[in-house]
DNA sequence: CGGGATCCTCAGGGATACTG
DNA sequence: CAGTATCCCTGAGGATCCCG
């Protein structure tokens, strides 16, 4: 455990290699985490991920797949029956993960509205603004 | 373009538009997440975070924090001083947002090394295998 | 100090075709 | 079925200059 050092009572700093920034790299694509949430209830084939992942491509699916089989989060084994069969699955370390980001999938269905909300706040009051400038 | 119709039923399926697609894509992006994450604690001055969020360009800053300020997240406070001052800071909504936001940065600190060991093994399985095959 | 406006690049990712 | 291989393009984001 290498402890960051944190300037007491300043907020921490982000410098390019804290941990933080390094699983925020590989998180924060734009299929990562629906992928992880995907696969938090069961394993599940890879065209089956890619009809529910709405609007993947087989592509993007496959080397988001290969990434995060890289990192230790999911598990990918195959069956040798015909055709082939591939199921992709959550480790523990991914499981742990998935955890997180459940928490933020909830929060997103439970404030989804009052972004939304806030959003056409905030371009109405540009709108009154530029309209007053002409 | 592609409407895809939704099959209702058998477990939870990522349309292009549920709340958390819609939530995710504002937020997995390179910066978001962490400049939620340094106004946890405090109000910080622009230029402040320019300097603590390590890499990020004036521009892209601008950006984040407009489109966060837009959907709700952050608050923009102008101070008249002379130079003029601007301050950031979470709303309500947003500090609820950055509790899971912290949760994964926890995690990030907690579980990088099992990360990076998961890739050096990776590696080398395929450079294994590539000798074998080469 | 806190940005806006421009220009430019480079990689994320889409479309399509092919394979074991 | 589960991918690989190419080609191509868009747009996120970096660099630079400017301004109140």
Redesign the pocket.
């Known amino acids: 455990m290498n402890e960051r050092v944190e300037t007491p009572g300043n907020g921490n700093v982000f410098s390019e290699n804290c941990p933080t920034r390094q699983v925020l790299d590989r998180l924060a694509?734009?299929?990562s985490m629906l992928i992880m949430n995907r696969l938090r209830t069961e394993p599940v084939?890879?065209?089956?991920l890619r009809r529910d992942i709405e609007?993947?491509?087989?592509?993007?699916l496959?080397q988001t797949?290969?990434k995060l089989e890289r990192d230790g989060l999911i598990h990918?084994q195959v069956f040798a029956s015909v055709?082939?069969?591939?199921e992709y699955s959550l480790t523990k370390l991914g499981q742990t993960l998935s955890q997180t980001i459940q928490a933020l999938s909830h929060w997103a269905e439970h404030n989804i509205e009052t972004v939304l909300a806030a959003q056409k706040q905030y371009d109405n009051l540009a709108k009154q603004r530029e309209a007053r400038l002409g």
């Open positions: 694509d734009k299929w084939r890879f065209n089956q609007g993947i491509s087989q592509k993007v496959s797949l290969k990918r055709p082939i069969t591939v």
